[in-house]
């Protein structure tokens, strides 16, 4: 009798202190996710980044700067937080390191989860092309619009990347104006609304939105050999806007 008693006891105790840690660490998961979604969602990110000529040069003399981040799988889904790439410090003191430069352009790429949408004038950057490359193998869905001139120059990466299977556009031959945006969405919340595998994406309030725009085109000129700038944004009024535009010229490039 005694026994079952202290044994009943034992079980309790057991079970209560079982059920207190699931009730904890619950607790714990739950109040870092909704911080997370809410500090993602509200905060406001805006920085920018410039090219000088003659940054190839000096970046030659700085070996710690890696030009595509090894930390994360080329292959894999991945989950990083692209505003702690952007808030980052830089692994260069030289502010215009084009290998800096690459590599936090293509960490954010690497960070993508859906969807990335790139209205490119000219595109020839191996670099770019490779991480975009790993982001549709891993099944991010990918769209360019680029040039008709510019896509047929010399070590242009369009046609590479559509032999890829990742869906390419282009203004017509016959067209007068030159399509010469350069702009790149990554994680747009209106493209990833507009898809079918939306119901794919577990949690849309943790997947943050980029939007990269300003005078440069990918190319070893552009980051090296120019002076260009590249602002890189999360605000959503902004991506939106894009986002409609990048709309807006697919589908009148439909039939080019």
Not at 122 to 145: C, D, H, K, N, Q
């Amino acid at each position: 009798m005694v026994g079952s008693v202290v044994g009943r006891y034992a079980l309790y105790s057991t079970l209560l202190i079982v059920l207190s840690k699931i009730v904890y660490h619950g607790y714990r998961a739950l109040k870092t996710w909704c911080f997370h979604g809410w500090y993602n969602a509200e905060r406001q990110l805006s920085i920018v980044i410039f090219c000088s000529s003659g940054s190839n040069e000096s970046s030659k003399n700085h070996h710690n700067c890696s030009k595509v981040s090894d930390t994360n799988s080329q292959t894999t889904k991945i989950s990083i937080d692209k505003l702690q790439i952007m808030e980052r410090e830089s692994v260069c003191s030289n502010a215009y390191c084009m290998a800096s430069n690459i590599g936090l352009l293509v960490d954010l790429i690497k960070a993508t989860e859906c969807t990335i949408d790139i209205a490119m004038n000219t595109f020839t950057s191996f670099e770019m092309s490779s991480a975009l490359l790993a982001a549709s193998r891993r099944g991010v869905i990918i769209r360019i619009i680029s040039d008709h001139e510019m896509a047929y120059s010399t070590r242009s990466q369009v046609f590479p990347l559509q032999k890829s299977g990742v869906e390419v556009r282009l203004n017509s031959n016959s067209t007068s104006g030159t399509m010469h945006h350069k702009f790149c969405l990554l994680d747009s919340p209106s493209r990833i609304s507009s898809l079918k595998t939306q119901k794919e994406v577990k949690d849309m309030t943790s997947v943050n939105g980029i939007m990269m725009t300003g005078s440069l085109n990918w190319t070893a000129q552009g980051f090296s050999g120019n002076f260009e700038n590249v602002l890189l944004t999360n605000q959503k009024e902004i991506i939106q806007k894009y986002s409609y535009e990048f709309q807006r010229l697919w589908e009148l490039f439909a039939s080019s």
